[in-house]
Nanobody
């Protein structure tokens, strides 16, 4: 089992920045990728950014150039640096992890952290 705990959400003005953190704990070996998703009220959860164990990153078009995903392996932590925030970025942000153990794949979710973008 992998536990994911997010932090760093809050209220920010349009154009501002926030950094989200996600700490992974438990049986973390075999994690192949981690990422961030978000879900706004009345909308489906959508992928924001991913980071593979090999260091490859990907971003949704809506955040490309504004958000950066990174990790600190020593701290088992993945970050999402969000800049130039827009009102449409407001959502609950969830950390996600994919884990491969043998022939089985598991995925895990954090509890979410709220990001509000408003003046």
């Amino acid at each position: 089992q992998v536990q994911l705990v997010e932090s760093g959400g809050g209220l920010v003005q349009p154009g501002g920045s926030l950094r989200l953190s996600c700490v992974a704990s438990g049986s973390i070996s075999g994690i192949s990728s981690m990422g961030w998703y978000r879900q706004a009220p009345g909308k489906q959860r959508e992928l924001v950014a991913t980071l593979t164990s090999g260091g490859s990153t990907s971003y949704s078009d809506s955040v490309k150039g504004r958000f950066t995903i990174s990790r600190d392996s020593a701290k088992n932590t993945v970050y999402l640096q969000m800049s130039s925030l827009k009102p449409e970025d407001a959502a609950v942000y969830y950390c996600h992890a994919d884990q491969v153990l043998g022939f089985k794949e598991y995925d895990y979710w954090g509890q979410g952290t709220q990001v509000t973008v408003s003046s």
